[in-house]
Nanobody, 115 residues
């Protein structure tokens, strides 16, 4: 099982950034997918969630209207489009796959938002 993340960089406030997570080794369409983040000195936070085949989404209040989670079941990928980034979005972002008692994690991607 692998969740391989890409896309993290250093960006200025107001900019946009897309994170991507490529999954392999499990039945992707059966799994819900999430993006979490952990900012320095803070608890891990669920940022966005997208259900399996029906693809319903949920977002943390802090990112609603700015972030969009999407999945491509044919490619087994999940993306997080982040717009109007703020310094408080600075964190390590983690891709997560969940299904019943199975839970898999990506390696983490540092996103830094600073002027």
């Amino acid at each position: 099982v692998q969740l391989v993340q890409s896309g993290g960089v250093f960006v200025q406030p107001g900019c946009s950034l897309s994170l991507s997570c490529a999954a392999s080794g499990f039945t992707f369409i059966s799994y819900g997918m999430c993006w979490f983040r952990r900012a320095p000195g803070k608890e891990r936070e669920l940022v966005a969630d997208i259900a399996n085949s029906v693809a319903g989404t949920n977002y943390a209040d802090s990112v609603k209207g700015r972030f969009t989670i999407s999945r491509d079941n044919a490619k087994a990928t999940v993306d997080l489009q982040m717009n109007n980034l703020k310094p408080e979005d600075t964190a390590v972002y983690y891709c997560n796959a969940y299904h019943w008692d199975h839970n898999y994690w990506g390696q983490g991607t540092q996103v830094t938002v600073s002027s």
